[in-house]
Every structure is written in C-alpha cells, then in structure tokens.
C-alpha cells in the first residue's frame, strides 16, 4: 500500500481503514479522521436531505457518515476525497450534481449484482477485493511486479474503469454515442472498443473503420493500437483521418483529379480573384464569403432557386432577393475558377466521396466504424460514415467532447441517419489525467457560454477528478526577459525533481511568438524539440507548438506561454466576424482552444503572461510575489 521510511509508514498505515463494507461487500480503503461537531452558524450539509440508511446502501461506511453530513457544497466534498472510498465519493457527487437518489441507488445496486454474479464463488476476501479493480491487482510474484513496472506510462494509460469496460463489452443495438471531458478516457474507450469489435464481431473479410478528425490523433491511435492488437488483427483495421478517407474514395472511387488541396493562401488569393473580377469592394467580398463557407456550404445549397426562397438560419443581416442573386453570382464564379484550377477544399472532398458513397452501396463497406473526436466533424463527414457502415447492431461507436470544438458547427446526428437517443448515449465522467486543481481552471474559461451535445440537445462540464495536486501558477510579468527566466528556471527546478524534459510542453496561442521563448531555453541549454504528428514518441526535450497542435495530446508539465491581452483572445481572429453571431461562435472556439490546452497537464500547469495579461486568468503579478 504504501513504502516509506519504517515510522512514516506506520502512521500513514494507523490513519488507513481497510474494510470490507458489509452492505456493498467492496473492499474499502479511506483516511480515518474524527469530525468534530459543526458550529451552530454553519450551513446545512448538503447530504441532509438524505436518510442515515440510504447513504449507508450507497456504501458509505457507518464511521464516514459523520464526515459525509458535515459537507456544505462541492470543494468541501474534493477536500474530503481521502476521507471518502472512490466508489462512494463518485455516487455522492451525482446526488450533489442533482441525480435522484433512488437512480444513483438503483446505478449502484446494478454494477454491484453485476459483479457479484461473476465472482460469487470466490472467497469473501478475494471477492472484495476483486470487485475494487479500479484500485487494486492481485500480483503472484515479485518478478511479476518487476514486469508490470517497465511499461511506459503510456501502456499504463489502457486502465479501464469498471464502468468503463462495461460500455466497451456491451452489446449494442446500434450506433452509441460516448461523451466526456477532457482526460475522461474517451480515446481509451475508443481503443478498446476497437479491439473488442476485431476479435469478437468482425467476421472473415469484414473490416473495421477507425477515425478521427485529425491526423495527430489518428498516427497516436494507430501507435496505441499496434501495441494493444496482434498484427492480424491490424491488418482488419483501418486507421485514417476522416479528410484522408474522404480524399481517398473521392481519388479512387469518383475519379477526382486534385491538382492543390487549398489551403488560407488559396482561399485568400481566390475571393480576391473574384471581387477583382467582378468589381466589388473588400467588404462586399468579405460578406459573400462569410455567407458561403457559414451558410451555403453547410446547408447543401447547390442551385440558385433553393438559395432564393430558403430560410437563411442563423444569419441576422436580411437580404433581398437582388442581393442573394449578387451572393450567387459571386459563389458561382468562385466555383467555377476551383474547378477550372482543380482546387478542391475539404468540405468539397467530403460532400463528393459521401454522394459517391451513397449512390454505390456495398462498393467500400465497413462491419463497424470507431470514431474519436466526434465534436469537429462535420455532417458530411457522419453522412459519409453512415453510407459505408450499413446499420446493424455494433455499428457505429462515436466519441467527443462538444468542449473541445474548435473547427467546425454543431451537428445533429438524427440528420445523419444516425439514432443514439435513449440507452445508447453515454457519459464518461471520471477524469483520469488532470488533477482536480487543474480541471477546475480549465473549466472556468467556459463557464459563460453553452454546449450542444451532437444531437440537439445541451452538454455540460460535470466530469471530477480523484486526483489531487498543486494549484495551477498564474504569473504576469512587466516584460518577457522575466517571464522567459522564469520558464527557465521552473524546468531547471521540475528536472531535479526527477521529471524528464520530454514530459514538459511549452505552448502558445500564435505559432511565431514561441521563437523567442525557444530560443532562451536553447540558450540555456535546454533542447527542444516541435511538436509534430510523431513527437509524442520523441525524447529529445521540451516540446514546444501552438495549443491547436497539442489536441489529443497530454504532458506531465504544461507550460501556457505569452498568454497576453490581445494574444489570449486572439483579437485578429475575433476582428474577422461580420455580426454579433459570427463574433460569439469564433470566441466560444477560443474559450474551447484555452479549455484544451490547459486540460493537457497531468500533474502541473503554469500560465504566464508580460505586459498586458489574458483577461481569461486571474494572474497574480510575479513582482507581489517576490
């Protein structure tokens, strides 16, 4: 349990209860404390609405009751964790969070009779323990021992949380969709998922479809899963960006010939192409553009009677029908200099490798398909999915985090064809990487704005962590010699510590304002290295890159550089938007880009400014602290 020096040990051991519950039958581990009587003007606790005897079915140990009552809000409830057993502390924070009694009762009793009925031959002891796999394994040997310690931390990563390995061994009637926070274990989910459908569903000459939205992630999950399948069944998975698949079959299949895969440059130099062509304004280019890539693209328009007459959801400016004709002229010159140039942007590939897909059933078809990062895809990209995964039971599984949208608009899956209302829509609420101190201030920069859930419906941040760390350092500084002094000697300090430099991150919202801060480190002697679609298998120092660049990724040690005023939002994007709509969806994806970046932090996380500090933070000034 616990390896110290011999007196050390000892006291950390007397202020342990290691018991087998006698309601639940679970081995419990929790820190003994005696509670002391509650001064009169306290507030009520929040567990007093509930009856001695229904806390104690939840599987609060009788000597714990004292300190369960005495909890007034949530930080009081993480104040207590070690107080508390981990299977109860995750009941009493949904009765926190609003869930009836009687339905966390009835989750409780349900994964306990599950396990039960597996184990009911076992001794009591061995059952107890067994039945707590989330914190302890049965080791015959030290050699055994010896063996489990060498895999790397990523290895470690495929834990599975009871409530997890239920969700991956289920049978499902049709596609599922699984949310959760960040560092809630949705890509581990996903990878297990995908190894449980190769071995058990696939059949001879089926295949398996896994695919995120980004190539990082998608050569990540490629690696992990080379380590978690054999190389047959490697063979049966196709692991690939969505953007690659589309590109693929629009190539193969529809005989595209693409001659550039455009890019800001080509978008840029191709409206400006048109309104020097057509004589309009840079403000007048710059609306007609907005109105395509917002609303004419999303909705499928192609023909000029549908854009006439069709609601234009979402749009505040009205315009008259001279003026959606003006609109279409222009989109249909943009159109007509792509195609002559063969350039093609993603939205188009998706939109042709979906139709081919769905006018060619059965042509390139896949038993099921896993799907990570579900929040960035677009409805062609579900669209395209759902034509080459026919529906049957263990389709589709999807994955995302609506908090961590950063490129495209909400979807509503039902309008893809595809049903995860009611039993198959899942929640991962256990955050497994970040510490509680580090996931609370991720949070906090989204507290003002709304989610959608991937179908219509509202999504909320209410995973928790068990985890307990230091609080995350916000430091401003006057000028950025301190600030990079600082960084320098922070690493100096975390590498005596024992934390290798590999595991450290150096992140910034604007690509060229990390040359200054690489730059001290290098002249200090510190090696970096970039972070790119294979860095997270290097080991030749500090990684550094943009906060998009670290989606899907995760470090010991964050470092969140030059987050100033103006930098953090970043005002250039911000000054893009045509109206108020426009304005409040590119700052809820700036909100989404800060929550990601500071969600990568295991352990620690420091954010530091000069000059004008991000208003998002509540920076201490370094000068005070000194």
Not at 548 to 566: C, D, I, P, Q, Y
Request: negative net charge.
């Amino acid at each position: 349990m616990w390896v110290d020096n011999h007196d050390e040990a000892y006291n950390w051991a007397k202020r342990k209860r290691f018991e087998i519950n006698p309601r639940t039958g679970t081995f419990q581990i929790w820190t003994h404390a005696e509670v002391k009587e509650s001064p009169d003007w306290r507030e009520p606790g929040v567990f007093e609405r509930y009856t001695r005897e229904q806390l104690l079915e939840l599987g609060v140990p009788e000597d714990v009751l004292p300190v369960v009552y005495n909890i007034r809000n949530e930080d009081e409830l993480h104040d207590q964790v070690e107080k508390i057993p981990n299977d109860v502390f995750l009941y009493l924070l949904w009765l926190l969070q609003g869930e009836p009694i009687e339905d966390v009762l009835e989750v409780a009793k349900e994964e306990r009779s599950v396990e039960a009925r597996e184990e009911r031959e076992r001794s009591a002891f061995l059952n107890a323990l067994i039945r707590s796999g989330s914190e302890i394994t049965v080791i015959s040997s030290d050699l055994e021992l010896e063996e489990m310690m060498r895999h790397p931390l990523e290895t470690w990563r495929l834990f599975l949380h009871p409530s997890q390995k239920k969700l991956i061994e289920a049978d499902h009637s049709g596609p599922v969709r699984v949310l959760g926070g960040a560092g809630t274990g949705k890509t581990v989910v996903a990878l297990h998922r995908a190894r449980k459908l190769v071995r058990d569903l696939l059949r001879p000459g089926e295949k398996l479809l896994v695919t995120a939205f980004n190539l990082n992630l998608a050569e990540i999950i490629r690696d992990q899963l080379a380590s978690m399948c054999t190389e047959e069944e490697m063979n049966r998975i196709d692991v690939i960006p969505i953007d690659q698949l589309a590109r693929n079959i629009a190539e193969t299949h529809a005989g595209i010939r693409i001659h550039c895969m455009m890019g800001n440059e080509e978008r840029e130099a191709l409206w400006k192409q048109a309104g020097d062509a057509l004589g309009l304004e840079a403000d007048e280019i710059s609306f007609i553009r907005a109105e395509y890539e917002r609303f004419i693209l999303p909705e499928y328009i192609e023909d000029k009677e549908t854009y006439l007459r069709v609601m234009r959801k979402g749009r505040k400016k009205k315009l008259t029908q001279e003026q959606r004709e003006k609109v279409w002229d222009v989109v249909q010159f943009v159109e007509s200099q792509k195609k002559e140039k063969g350039w093609y942007d993603y939205p188009d590939i998706l939109r042709i490798a979906r139709r081919w897909a769905e006018a060619h059933p059965g042509t390139v078809t896949y038993r099921a398909a896993v799907i990570d990062e579900a929040q960035d895809f677009t409805e062609d990209a579900f669209c395209l999915i759902r034509a080459l995964v026919p529906k049957n039971r263990n389709d589709l599984f999807i994955v995302g985090d609506p908090l961590q949208r950063l490129y495209n608009r909400p979807v509503v899956l039902s309008r893809c064809g595809i049903d995860v209302r009611g039993q198959r829509s899942k929640r991962l609420r256990i955050n497994y990487r970040t510490t509680e101190q580090i996931r609370k201030l991720a949070v906090q920069v989204l507290v003002e704005t709304g989610y959608d859930d991937l179908d219509g419906g509202v999504h909320t941040a209410d995973d928790f962590s068990l985890m307990s760390g230091a609080e995350p350092v916000c430091l401003s500084f006057a000028e950025q010699e301190q600030e990079k002094e600082f960084i320098v000697r922070c690493i100096r300090e975390l590498q005596n510590q024992g934390v290798k430099l590999n595991e450290m991150v150096m992140l910034a919202r604007i690509s060229k304002r990390l040359n200054k801060y690489r730059e001290a480190l290098e002249e200090a002697g510190i090696p970096c290295q970039q972070l790119t679609t294979r860095s997270h298998l290097g080991d030749e120092g500090v990684h550094f890159g943009t906060m998009h660049r670290s989606k899907g990724l995760e470090f010991r040690v964050v470092f969140l550089v030059g987050v100033n005023e103006g930098d953090v939002p970043f005002t250039y994007v911000l000054n893009k938007a045509l109206d108020d709509e426009e304005s409040e969806e590119l700052l809820k994806k700036e909100r989404s880009l800060l929550y990601v970046a500071s969600s990568r932090a295991r352990e620690k996380l420091f954010i530091t400014s000069h000059g004008r500090p991000s208003p998002w933070f509540r920076f201490k000034s370094a000068e005070k602290e000194h």
